[in-house]
């Protein structure tokens, strides 16, 4: 399949910036990061085969670093 580009706007609350912060900038290296409030807010041009499995990729990344956090000691 053809590769496509897609826009990306996002906005992400989380309590672990530095986490997210790593793994946005090894996501999207050429976007946008702008801290909030809340957390960051994202704007990207990702290119894949199809938006589903960019989001897929991209959910998957961010939720590791909250499954990391929450994991028994």
Do not use: C, H, W, Y
């Amino acid at each position: 399949m053809d590769e496509k580009q897609f826009v990306l706007v996002a906005r992400i609350r989380t309590t672990d910036r530095a986490g997210i912060q790593i793994v946005l900038a090894r996501l999207v290296p050429r976007g946008r990061v702008t801290p909030t409030d809340e957390g960051f807010r994202v704007e990207a041009v990702l290119q894949g085969t199809s938006a589903r499995d960019l989001n897929r990729m991209l959910l998957s990344a961010l939720r590791s670093i909250d499954q990391r956090d929450l994991a028994p000691i």
